[in-house]
């Protein structure tokens, strides 16, 4: 297997780490890329497998930064195993595991064997994210040196936003030497406490609590501000308000080491969609109100949001795209909205839903890609996300024009918890390739339907 | 369809009583859900409230019973505590001839033990015909109505709805004014956490009344801005927000005042309800700046001496207890029109919504 030799001919090969955008051949042996050729021979050289992807984009394997795997603890929703396919499917090759597992991230027990199993039955790269503080309790730091050395690529307390101002400083500042990220959920859970989606007129017409956009940005700004004192890397997951924005730009225009990262949801989605009529306002409410797939936190903000994190992802002011992945059991969901989980599964719709953004004129397809792949791989700062000489061979091949519709039955994930279902797309991810060997690959295939090769786990 | 009308026993005379259904257009579908005011038509409300006016005259003999709904089995599923508007339907159904069950439950301990969606299931499989839903969690109802044939009737959910009580409201305004359109409703109180206020916005306003509200600025939604009217985008399209409670009830028709509770003042809404009573409450002065003869409303219970003086909630004014008996028919008539024989043919399940 590791001898195998691979010519990807006749892409369009967009490599944003490199400047690369041109027709050409992308060569892989050993599990490595080998080369990016200058143009297309349209043919592979001897000894080497052919796959044409003439009329198709060719991109290195994504790199989702915010995932939830839900092993240990929660294997009915999404295992290592289940949670890597659908992150195949979706054209992902590395994903950042969050620590809200049960038993929590927070020693390298822990961590070393989310690792361990995923080397051993996961279908692409799992990196696992520490928590900042012990059970993600938000009293004690957790043994951030120890998780350190046992690999993980920052922390984060993921759902449940650190409180205590002076433990964010601490950790922040303890962050440094380090030379890893504070992921820091930014939400105050004061303001619109009890809410369970944006504030607004949506959350008024349907009598359910709203949570203010504010309760995001004065997290932020108090987070920054941190930041700025103690001088250490602070990554922004799912950024979502106008707000947020503001004080992004003026953190990083006084040079303080900050990331931001936004969903697919945040940048598709917006709270009109809790009407359950896929972004359609109705007269009435209809019994389609209050679709549960739709909760999530932070919360679908306003179309005005939306917009703006658009922007600002085009921009660069948001550095990248990540998903924020969340599977729930069907219990989870098929109740009210107020009992309903948080979350959306993601991964499997991810690069199709953002990828509309692209045919809307909003985004460059290169700046699409780069907030995939070099983006999150800058802040991990390992050798991922490109498709340099020498890296990993992890790539995702796009048919920009193949039309699909969602349908959360035929996921890989094992749960189904998404708003669009029924949504029609064009543009999907077509073959992922990891470490040069091929992981997903959906060969012909009706519309609509997924055909993908359900590869088992690599053993 | 037939023209449903119904044989109604009166001790030993027999009657044919007018329902709505008898203006009903063949063509239209009968409604087999009421989960808010907001999808019924003007004219559909104006038949419920007519058949409601036949159902209080029902109300009034001295034998209280029809057989209009015998054999219909009609649930009403509590996961609040209410007594009013739980003994209001169970009269409803039983005057109706229906055998009524009443099952109370507490939504924490469905949600940890059984699941809404289970025991909406199991009450579907001994084959009911009309659930009677309140629920703490705004959309519960309309959760409900996808899980089951039967017909749901909301009777609160969350803050969101309330359409019984808004049609005993307006059956009520009705009663006094005549024509509802054009008149000046002035709604004080508790706006973000009323599921009464927002459906009885709606209700007055599609009816062709003016509707203003008042309350401290810490129960109203955040987009919502005092002293200014509302735009269509906001789903309340021409309600007036008062900057102070003289300025709404100055010149009403009717002045509603709402339930404020104690947890408002808890949750830092408002410094005191002391306070509230001074500044919101509804007394025989602000009364005296309405229009004479102004209807004085409370969809209760009443918390007198906060919201509403003791005077005036019992005054002249007051149409508070005749609210509570309409309610028993304006809840009579929206049992009949969803559950009427002939209505639909659940058994045969043939009419999805």
């Known amino acids: 297997m590791a001898a195998r030799k691979l010519a990807i001919t006749g892409g369009r090969v967009i490599d944003p780490a490199q400047g690369i955008d041109r027709v050409a051949d992308v060569l892989i042996s050993d599990g490595k890329i080998e080369s990016v050729t200058e143009n297309s021979s349209g043919s592979a050289p001897a000894g080497y497998e052919q796959i044409d992807a003439s009329g198709k984009i060719v991109s290195p394997g994504f790199v989702d930064l915010h995932t939830h795997l839900r092993d240990p603890g929660q294997e009915w929703k999404e295992t290592i195993v289940t949670g890597t396919r659908a992150a195949a499917h979706g054209g992902f090759t590395t994903v950042c595991a969050m620590p809200n597992t049960d038993p929590v991230q927070d020693s390298a027990a822990v961590v070393t064997d989310v690792m361990r199993r995923a080397a051993l039955a996961g279908t692409i790269r799992v990196l696992p994210i520490g928590s900042i503080s012990v059970g993600q309790h938000g009293k004690q730091l957790a043994p951030m040196g120890e998780l350190a050395d046992a690999g993980v690529i920052g922390f984060s307390d993921d759902g449940h936003p650190v409180a205590d101002p002076n433990l964010m400083r601490q950790a922040l500042a303890y962050s440094v030497e380090l030379g890893l990220p504070i992921i820091n959920h930014a939400e105050d859970k004061k303001i619109g406490a009890g809410g369970v989606m944006s504030a607004g007129a949506v959350a008024t017409r349907l009598g359910l609590a709203g949570v203010p956009a504010e309760a995001e940005t004065v997290m932020v700004v108090r987070d920054l501000q941190l930041a700025e004192l103690t001088r250490a890397h602070l990554h922004i997951p799912h950024i979502s308000t106008m707000g947020s924005l503001v004080a992004l730009r003026s953190a990083k225009e006084r040079g303080v080491d900050v990331t931001a990262e936004v969903t697919p949801h945040h940048l598709t989605l917006n709270d009109e969609w809790v009407y359950g009529l896929k972004g359609e306002v109705p007269a009435t409410v209809g019994s389609q109100a209050y679709d549960t797939n739709t909760k999530v936190n932070p919360p679908l903000r306003s179309r005005t949001d939306v917009d703006a994190v658009i922007e600002a992802l085009s921009e660069g002011l948001i550095d990248i795209i990540a998903t924020d992945h969340a599977p729930h059991a069907t219990t989870d969901k098929v109740c009210t909205y107020n009992e309903a989980a948080h979350g959306i599964n993601v991964l499997e719709t991810a690069f199709s839903s953002v990828f509309q953004l692209v045919d809307a004129g909003k985004i460059s397809v290169v700046r699409l890609i780069e907030s995939l792949t070099a983006g999150p791989a800058a802040i991990l700062r390992r050798d991922l996300g490109s498709l340099k000489k020498g890296f990993s061979a992890d790539v995702a091949i796009i048919d920009p024009r193949r039309k699909w519709v969602v349908n959360p039955e035929q996921f890989e994930s094992k749960s189904v918890n998404s708003p669009l279902a029924g949504v029609e797309f064009v543009g999907r991810v077509v073959t992922t390739i990891y470490q040069g060997e091929t992981v997903f690959d959906l060969s012909g295939g009706a519309v609509g339907v997924n055909s993908g090769a359900k590869l088992g786990a690599k053993q | ?353």
């Open chain 2, 1 to 353: 369809m037939a023209n449903p009308t119904i044989t109604v026993g009166n001790g030993n005379a027999t009657e044919v009583i007018q329902t709505s259904g008898d203006k009903a257009d063949a063509n239209v579908t009968p409604r087999r859900h009421l989960l808010d005011l907001d999808d019924l038509s003007t004219k559909e409300i104006t038949d419920l409230l007519d058949s409601a006016a036949g159902m209080l005259e029902i109300t009034n003999r001295d034998v209280r019973k029809t057989p209009a709904l015998r054999g219909k089995t009609i649930i009403t599923m509590f996961f609040e505590n209410s007594t009013r508007t739980r003994v209001s339907f169970e009269q409803a159904g039983k005057i109706l001839g229906a055998d009524v069950i009443n099952v109370t439950a507490s939504a924490s301990s469905v949600s940890k033990g059984e699941s809404l969606l289970n025991t909406v299931k199991t009450l579907q499989a001994m084959q009911i015909d009309a659930l009677v839903v309140r629920h703490p969690h705004s959309g519960a109802p309309y959760f409900i109505s996808n899980h089951t044939d039967a017909s749901v009737v909301n009777a609160g959910d969350g803050t969101h709805a309330h359409p019984t009580q808004s049609l005993l409201d307006l059956f009520t305004v009705r009663t006094h004014v005549g024509d509802i359109a054009g008149k000046k409703i002035a709604i004080v109180g508790d706006v973000l956490y009323s599921r009464v206020a927002r459906s009885d916005i709606l209700a007055f306003q599609k009816m062709g009344a003016e509707v203003t509200v008042s309350c401290p600025n810490t129960l109203l939604p955040d987009e919502w801005q005092l002293g200014t009217t509302l735009d269509a985008s906001t789903g309340f399209g021409g309600l007036k927000l008062a900057r102070n409670v003289d300025d709404a009830v100055e010149g009403a028709d009717v002045v509603m005042a709402l339930r404020i509770q104690q947890e408002r003042q808890d949750a830092g809404h408002l410094p005191s309800l002391r306070e509230y009573s001074d500044r919101w409450g509804i007394n025989a002065k602000r009364m005296a700046l309405a229009n004479d003869g102004a209807l004085l409303m409370h969809p209760g219970p009443m918390n007198e001496g906060v919201e509403i003086s003791s005077d005036v909630a019992h005054g002249a004014q007051s149409v508070v207890e005749e609210q509570v008996r309409n309610g028993v028919a304006v809840r009579m008539a929206v049992l009949y029109t969803l559950c009427a024989p002939g209505k639909s043919s659940r058994l045969s399940g043939g009419d999805e919504a």
